[in-house]
C-alpha cells in the first residue's frame, strides 16, 4: 500500500493539499491512501480532497515515530521530526518505508510525504 502523509495548518486550502499530493504521485507513485494526524481529520479541505480522489483518510497517532527528516518545532509539539513523514509510516503499516521524503506547498501550509509496503501475498 502506498499512503500520502499529510501534515498541514489549519488554513490549508483544498489547492494547497492537492498540490502536495500531485508532487508526492510525480515522484513516488498513485496513492492509495492519506494520512494525518487525528485533529485534522475532520478538516473540510482533506475532507473533499480525499472524496474528489476516492481515497481513504487514515487518522493516525504519531507520537514517537523515527522520521527522516526533522523539524524542531514539530518534535516540541508531537515527539516526531515530520507529521508527515510519521503519518505515511503508521498508516502503511509496520514494514512500511519512506519513498518520499517531506515535501513543502509553495505556500508553506501542508508537508508531505510516502511511505510504501509492499504486502508478502502474491
Known sequence: MRVAGLGFRSG???????AVLLALEARGGPAEAL???PDK?????????AAERGLPLHAVAVD??????????IMALHNTG???EAAALVAA???ARLTVTRINSPDG?????MAHHESEET
Do not use: E, Y
Not at 41 to 49: E, K, N, V, W
Not at 64 to 73: F, K, M
Not at 109 to 113: D, E, I, L, M
Open 41 to 49: 481529520a475532520g478538516a473540510a479541505a482533506l475532507r473533499a480532497l
Open 64 to 73: 514517537g515515530v523515527a522520521t527522516a527528516t526533522q523539524s524542531a518545532r
Open 35 to 37: 494520512a494525518c494526524l
Open 109 to 113: 501550509t501542508v508537508t508531505g510525504a
Open 82 to 84: 515530520s507529521v508527515a
Open 93 to 95: 503499516g509496520p514494514l
Open 12 to 18: 490549508a486550502t483544498i489547492a494547497s493539499l492537492r
